[in-house]
């Protein structure tokens, strides 16, 4: 298997030409970590470890694994921690079964939810004290949209991705590579998510009727662009811790309306950055009041973001140099009429 090999660059704007690499380290670690884990859950679990491990060598990191191998790992690590034999077996179970009939995510795909082990992982993470909450508390919660909602965001999907490559061609390789999947769902308390549990899904809440399902394009690019910015971050820090800590103390967030950790609002203001900079070009072309109420949003939110962590984080050197690129990225895009509605 060929290794790609290109410099890493710590740096918040779009880049398409680093994503390839990104995603194979990503893909590296995944499976160092799970030879080592495996080696632990042996033990215990003597015949299914070896199995696991026999096909493991098998999985190449070059290519875009499916993110259910990556639910595989969680498990079988989070089992190993909780010392539950069983979590483990399951884990071990579907990653031999994986790489034996679907390793790889050859093909981006948008469909409905489906209830399968990445997102009962994702909803265990969800509804656990991490996860989101409505302005009244309430835990998060998805269901299956109907085939009408499913067709309707499937073509949206597809056109905002059009879009989206006319505007940011960088931001859409980047989505190219590590986007696998997209499930749509209806529900409430999230919107879109994604996670290092099944790094390369996304799940995205179909808009809500009112001012999201009157502006479709608008509420898909920002989101798509929302997503794939948290996939770069994860990928630059599986690379090089950015913040210190971070995970204990909570502040108020710049987009969510629970108060978050500081790990959590330096990714929401990473993600900003680069939302602010894609709206400022779509409002360059569409000045619409929508566009530019948008753009006003999240450029209030990215100064939010930009705030707290001057006041509270503790950053690594090259954590500090990427939120320095946020905030550069987000100054150089905001130029002419769409940055002086904004300012």
């Known amino acids: 298997m060929a290794t790609p090999l290109a410099p890493v660059s710590f740096d918040a704007a779009p880049n398409g030409a680093r994503t390839e690499f990104l995603r194979y380290r990503v893909n590296q670690n995944l499976v160092f970590d799970l030879s080592r884990h495996i080696e632990v859950a042996e033990k215990v679990l003597p015949g299914t470890a070896r199995r696991a491990g026999a ?21 079988i690590a989070d089992g190993i921690r909780q010392q539950d034999a069983g979590r483990v077996a399951s884990g071990l179970g579907g990653l031999t079964g994986l790489i034996n009939s679907a390793p790889y995510a050859e093909h981006f795909s948008v469909g409905p939810l489906r209830y399968d082990r990445t997102e009962a992982e994702i909803l265990d993470f969800l509804c656990g004290p991490e996860g989101p909450r409505s302005q009244r508390g309430e835990f998060p919660e998805m269901w299956v949209p109907n085939d009408d909602d499913v067709a309707a965001g499937q073509k949206w999907v597809t056109e905002s991705l059009l879009v989206l490559g006319d505007l940011d061609s960088d931001l859409a390789a980047e989505f190219g590579e590590l986007a696998a999947e997209l499930r749509l769902f209806r529900g409430r308390a999230a919107r879109g998510i994604t996670s290092v549990r099944s790094f390369g899904l996304i799940l995205l809440r179909l808009p809500d009727r009112g001012q999201e399902s009157s502006e479709p394009l608008l509420y898909f690019l920002d989101h798509i662009a929302h997503e794939t910015s948290h996939m770069v971050l994860h990928t630059l820090m599986n690379i090089e811790p950015l913040v210190i800590g971070g995970h204990d103390v909570r502040y108020s967030a710049p987009i969510r309306p629970d108060h978050r950790p500081l790990y959590g609002i330096y990714h929401a203001t990473f993600v900003l950055s680069r939302i602010t900079r894609l709206l400022a070009r779509l409002a360059a072309h569409d000045p619409r009041p929508p566009v530019l109420s948008a753009l006003q949003i999240q450029y ?3 100064g939010k973001g930009i705030a707290t962590l001057a006041a509270h984080a503790t950053l690594t050197a090259t954590g500090r140099k990427v939120l320095e690129s946020c905030e550069r990225l987000v100054e150089s895009e905001l130029v002419g009429s769409a940055g002086a509605a904004v300012r």
């Open 55 to 75: 096909r493991l060598i098998e999985l190449d990191p070059t290519r875009r694994i499916n993110p259910e191998i990556f639910t595989c790992y969680f498990q």
């Open 300 to 302: 209030e939110r990215f």
